[in-house]
């Protein structure tokens, strides 16, 4: 019997592999809730797989987002790990959700902890970025996000999400920063004065990008919302991701993409280039060089 399965499970997957099945930005968030579930729980990979009688190739293809989901799977899988009530409807509800290209997630204060943003935030090769009137979150200092948000739970995991756990090489990243952004001070002058600097180290990196627009500009239309567009190893399409007060709007729907990569390029125009932003930046720390002691009377 199992060996009649595992046979059929490698036709299976081969057939998946012909049809060109690749994962969309919901259905990576689907697989990683189930990877999150299954790892909550005291199962063996091996010890689950035998009692599913299911291949390791169709478990990971769950997770992974890049298999079509049955809700007769997911219920197999949610009722053999011993899943709770509130968590199996969750994940359901998520499963038979239509996959239009964008959907929203509710979160508390910020966007740290949604599933859908850090399983593809971990497996982004770029990453660009703008805010109008703060530092992009990637890029914030403990300090200033801690002015920010007032959750030092949410600033822990907004710190993790700098750090990617397959490490920075291979991604790059290009930030752009309005001027006023600049000029609001978030927290104290100490934390706006380590903010820059440390906006320019990385400005000075090989791998992150930090482009100023200036004041100077005026107003674009371009310039009035924020937005983040995170591109993928092909053949995973990119993902644009927009935050409100209390909710992340996702987008994967390649013409809506390309709205945003239009946006971007319009961006790219109006900003400053590097030695400009990095003199600017250096301008704009020297304003915030005091000799006042740091609060807590630190020097």
Known sequence: MLEDLLQYENEEESSDVKQERFSTVRSRELGEHLRRVRRQTNFKTGQLLEMLEWSAGKLSKLEKGTRGTSPCDIAFLLGALNVDLKTREQIIALAEESDTGS????????????????????????????????????????????????????????????????????RRMTVFIHESALAHVVGSTWTMRDQLLQLALL?????????????????????????????????????????????????????????????MRQIDRLALDHAQSRELLAQWSDRYDTPEPRPGGAL
């Open 103 to 170: 959907f929203l997630r509710l979160h508390h204060c910020a966007l740290d902890t949604l599933p859908a943003l850090l399983v593809d935030e971990d497996e982004a090769v770029d990453i660009t970025s703008y805010d109008p009137v703060g530092i992009p979150e990637m890029v914030q200092t403990e300090d200033y996000a801690l002015a920010l948000i007032d959750d030092p739970d949410l600033v822990a995991a907004r710190m993790r999400r700098q750090r990617p756990p397959k490490g920075f090489l291979g």
């Open 203 to 263: 400005a000075g990196s090989a791998d992150t990008s930090i482009r100023i627009i200036p004041r100077s500009c005026g107003l674009h239309v371009a310039l009035c919302r924020p937005a983040t567009l995170l591109t993928l190893d092909p053949p995973l399409r990119p993902v644009v991701h927009v935050e409100t007060d209390v909710a992340t709007v996702f987008h994967d729907d390649p013409g809506i993409v390309e709205v945003y990569r239009n946006k």
